[in-house]
């Protein structure tokens, strides 16, 4: 059988398996956690979301892949983290935040390519969106052209100010939804980035879904084993 369509067959609910929930395992935890003296953020939602209305933003929403020179300011990164993985309610085993996502388990952690965001060195940092604060992971000058590698050459995400990148933790989502999960995954990734595009154009910034990217290199990159932890999904963002 294809291998896709043997995925989508074997995710139907007659095949899963008992969950780790439903047996009592006790929950991992909703944020990998991450050492490094943190960086506070602005407190979202910020002035720097403008006033656009929803319905504005749908309507000019487009993939933009061309950035201007002016660095993104914090306080706008600060929103495009919130709109997109932002937390609004901590509960025992659940979050509740600005995107949905199946049974509230937000799969995933966020990492920045960070090229040019005042105030913030260049390089690799992730988002702890329970506290709303960034670390950095190393500082790396030369970020943008290396991402634009790995995303198969693509010259254009060298030039972003910042590229968004969502790395799937599938056993936060695997404990309470066994196989089907893995759908799960793909779905709620696609919102969390839907939701980057939205808002950026609240702010004149513009942000490309990316999924041409070297797996393997990628995930070397940002240090994860592939397995438990993986890239998923990106889109490099800047003012326009
Ligand atoms: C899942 C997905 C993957 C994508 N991957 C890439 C990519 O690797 N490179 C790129 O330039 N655009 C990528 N795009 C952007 C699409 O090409 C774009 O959405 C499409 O051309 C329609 O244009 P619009 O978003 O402006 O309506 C991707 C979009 C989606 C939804």
């Not at 407190?43 to 950035?67: C, D, H, L, Y």
């Not at 966020?110 to 506290?131: D, E, F, M, W």
């Amino acid at each position: 059988m294809n291998i896709g369509r043997e995925f989508y067959e074997k995710t139907k609910y007659p095949y899963l398996s008992q969950s780790d929930q439903s047996k009592e395992l006790p929950p991992p935890p909703l944020e990998t956690p991450q050492d490094g003296p943190a960086i506070d953020l602005p407190q979202p939602p910020t002035t720097a979301a403008g006033n656009t209305s929803v319905a504005n933003g749908i309507n000019r929403r487009r993939s933009r892949r061309e950035f201007g020179s002016r660095p993104l300011a914090l306080e706008e990164l600060s929103w495009l983290l919130w709109a997109s993985q932002g937390v609004q309610e901590k509960g025992e085993i659940r979050t509740v935040r600005t995107v949905p996502s199946a049974g509230g388990r937000h799969p995933f952690d966020t990492y920045l390519a960070i090229a040019k965001v005042a105030g913030l060195a260049p390089g690799l940092y992730r988002y702890l969106a329970l506290s709303h604060q960034l670390v950095s992971l190393r500082e790396d000058p030369e970020i943008g052209a290396r991402l634009a590698e790995i995303c198969l050459n693509q010259e254009w995400v060298a030039s972003a100010a910042v590229t968004f990148i969502w790395a799937a933790v599938p056993y936060r989502s695997a404990w309470r939804y066994s196989e089907r999960a893995w759908r799960y995954l793909f779905l709620d990734a696609g919102h969390v980035c839907h939701s980057l595009y939205l808002a950026c154009e609240a702010i004149r910034a513009g942000c490309c879904a990316v999924n041409a990217f070297d797996d393997d290199t990628l995930n070397r990159f940002l240090d994860l084993d592939g397995v438990n932890r993986f890239a998923i999904y990106l889109a490099p963002a800047g003012p326009r």
